[in-house]
């Protein structure tokens, strides 16, 4: 039983390289989400998609895109990555709407030069 | 004014004793309350949801909801050192699309 699985788990990058983090989760949830966490920050929301074949913008989006592939995929890229997006990144999951539990992957640890 | 704050430090408190951590949030038309504990180098995982005003009781964990006062608490009772971890407290958002907004998080660390 998988659940969330994101991958990669660790990289590194120089400043300007691009990424893509990619995010699947095998419950048939319809929403599923883009954190990051820094320390001190807590987790701030990069991007979601309540539901396929829609995304929106969270607290802090710029710098990433997203894409909601299909309903189990919602990938995360960096165009040019930046020092302030070494990060942990985290994907998410939910069923619909927000009386149940919003499950996460592992986390992706990024770290820019 | 952030969407939800806990504004407390570390907390130590002794085995065996009560853990109290507090949220506070800005928008009033928020329905749903959770707390999530976090390892250290782990992801968060739910302990706890509250939808209604006053006390909800699971095992060593309560939490507690006031709506009027926008306060979300939760208490650990009988505190382990399995307990040592970052509670963040968690609320909808009620506009726009399905968002939960997540405070900085209390760390909390059980003395032996």
């Known amino acids: 039983n998988a659940g969330v699985t994101q991958t990669p788990k660790f990289q590194v990058l120089k400043t300007g390289q691009s990424m893509t983090l990619q995010c699947a989760q095998d419950?048939?949830?319809?929403?599923m989400y883009w954190y990051r966490q820094d320390p001190g920050m807590g987790l701030r929301l990069i991007y979601y998609s309540a539901s396929e074949g829609t995304t929106d913008k969270g607290e802090v989006p710029n710098g990433y895109n997203v894409s909601r592939l299909n309903k189990r995929e919602f990938s995360l890229r960096l165009e040019s990555a930046a020092p302030s997006q070494t990060s942990v990144y985290f994907c998410?999951?939910?069923?619909?709407?927000?009386?149940?539990?919003?499950?996460f992957g592992e986390g992706s640890r990024l770290t820019v030069l | 004014q952030k969407e939800v704050e806990q504004n407390s430090g570390p907390l130590s408190v002794p085995e065996g004793a009560i853990a109290s951590l507090n949220c506070t949030y800005s928008?009033?038309?928020?329905?749903?309350f959770f707390w999530y504990r976090q390892y250290s180098g782990k992801s968060p995982e739910l302990i706890m949801s509250i939808y209604s005003n006053g006390d909800k009781e699971d095992g060593r964990f309560t939490a507690q909801l006031n709506k009027a006062s926008q306060y979300v608490s939760l208490l650990i009772r009988d505190s382990q050192p399995s307990d040592s971890a970052t509670y963040l407290c968690a609320v909808n958002i009620p506009y726009g699309n399905n968002r939960l907004a997540f405070g900085k998080g209390n760390q909390v660390v059980v003395i032996p």
């Open positions: 998410a999951s939910l069923q619909f709407g927000l009386t149940g539990e919003l499950f």
């Open positions: 928008d009033r038309g928020s329905q749903s």
């Open positions: 419950m048939n949830h319809n929403s």
